[in-house]
């Protein structure tokens, strides 16, 4: 609507220019009558005639002046006209509204009347000319005011709503359902601007079943999650025990009359049997099985937004006592740890290392250093491993949900893009932070945990 309000505006302008111009050029001396200064000198000679006939003003018609006139005398009575005047209001007042000649009629040194031109047409065209003036104004102003107020109504009843709309259709775009569509009554858009808000009610429940079934599939999930990891605990133990069996079975006894098991015999040149390999596959899938069935229900909680952590101060040796838990392949230098108070979740720590480890053992299969420094009001602590690394584009991207490297997509290693997102997570949790970098050789995890 401004550039609306901006046209009235100019138009306004141009309008009243245009009046003002055709004043300025209407009142202008071109448009006095030819021979208009004859008929001052013409006027001058009657004058002077009627004074000196003034007692027989007849006489006058003897002579021919060329133009009509009249004769009154001071009180306005018509003495003598070369035209019928009778009826006609002839008065001094008169001719000089209409803008007539007239002179002054003198005998000696007293004026006695007037000598009186007939109209010329110049009176009526002024009065005229007034008048279109005055009613050109008044129509220019009835129009642009009636043009503002068109422009209110249109932007009240048109534009308004219409914008409402386009409003209404942005925040339903976002997502946002909440606020209704306000209609006018006498919005000309009522019954569109009615069936709008239905839609939007009609999204707002869709939405709202939406996230209650997501809800209830989250919910299904870490249920499974966590009745799965009953029966993986079972396959695992169960691994452990047939293979302590086949080794006793394999033992043998010692000159000094100790048991040794067959792994460890002086002169044994055999390789462990093929069920004692099988038992050590099934238990390696079935660890796996467990870890990701770990990762999945916490990514499920945190979904529902039910994942717990509970932080209590605790020593910094605990995380040589993490590290030693996850190490089983014994790939990891671990350097001296600070003496110091830190302020964690033992639990959710452990799988955030444990993440970290079985990470570095799946995709690397390196040594792995671990490494620490005091930060602020925080314990840093470095593990890095010597394997491919990732890409520089793909540093912020491994720790999202369900993201893999796309070397590692396309390759045969199992994993679910889980494992830095849960610890990522789990550190913020903790108030700390977990840092990815891949300088040189080999990935860095840098995780920052808060001192107590």
């Known amino acids: 609507m401004k550039n609306y309000h901006k046209t009235v505006l100019i138009f306004g302008i141009l309008y009243f220019a245009a009046l003002l111009a055709f004043v300025i050029l209407t ?88 000598v009186i031109l007939k109209d010329d047409g110049i009176g009526r065209w002024r009065d005229i000319r007034f008048k279109l003036i005055i009613g050109l104004a008044v129509i220019g102003v009835l129009l642009i005011a009636a043009a503002f107020l068109f422009g209110k109504y249109v932007d009240k009843n048109i534009i308004t709503p219409f914008n409402n709309m386009k409003d209404f259709a942005g925040r339903i775009a976002e997502g946002k359902l909440d606020a209704p569509l306000e209609m006018d009554r006498n919005n000309m858009f009522g019954a569109f601007t009615e069936s709008f808000d239905i839609m939007r009610e009609e999204l ?80 390696k899938k079935a660890d796996q099985i467990d870890v990701l069935v770990s990762d999945l229900f916490s990514a499920t909680l945190e979904d529902l937004d039910e994942l717990k952590v509970s932080c209590t101060d605790e020593s910094s040796e605990v995380i040589g006592e993490i590290i030693r838990k996850y190490d089983d392949r014994e790939l990891v230098t671990l350097n001296d740890i600070p003496k110091m108070l830190i302020r964690v979740d033992v639990k959710r720590l452990s799988q955030v290392i444990g993440n970290i480890i079985s990470n570095s053992y799946k995709y690397a299969n390196t040594k792995i250093e671990v490494s620490y420094k005091l930060v602020d009001d925080y314990l840093e602590m470095r593990i890095k491993d010597f394997g491919p690394g990732v890409p520089p584009d793909e540093l912020d991207l491994i720790t999202n949900k369900f993201y893999r490297g796309k070397q590692w997509a396309e390759s045969k290693e199992e994993g679910s893009g889980l494992g830095l997102y849960i610890a990522k997570m789990l550190m913020e949790k903790m108030d700390g932070e977990l840092l990815t970098a891949s300088e040189g050789e080999g990935l860095t995890v840098t995780l920052m945990i808060s001192l107590s």
């Open 27 to 114: 009142g202008s001396r071109s448009f006095t009558v030819t021979g208009r200064d004859t008929d001052i000198i013409k006027l001058n000679d009657i004058a002077k005639s009627a004074g000196n006939s003034w007692n027989d003003p007849g006489k006058l018609g003897e002579t021919d002046y060329g133009v009509d006139f009249a004769v009154i005398d001071t009180a306005d009575n018509v003495l003598y006209a070369s035209y019928p005047a009778d009826g006609t209001g002839l008065s001094l007042s008169s001719a000089m509204k209409k803008g007539c000649l007239y002179t002054c009629v003198t005998v000696g040194d007293k004026m006695v009347g007037y």
């Open 204 to 283: 707002a429940a869709s939405k709202k079943r939406e996230v209650e079934l997501q809800r209830r599939e989250r919910e299904l999930v870490a249920s499974l999650s966590h009745d799965l990891k009953t029966p993986i605990t079972g396959i695992k133990v169960t691994c452990e025990l047939l293979k302590a069996q086949l080794e006793l079975g394999q033992n043998e006894v010692s000159d000094t009359g100790t048991v040794l098991p067959s792994g460890f015999r002086e002169d044994q040149t055999e390789e462990p049997s093929p069920c004692l390999k099988k038992l050590d596959n099934i238990y």
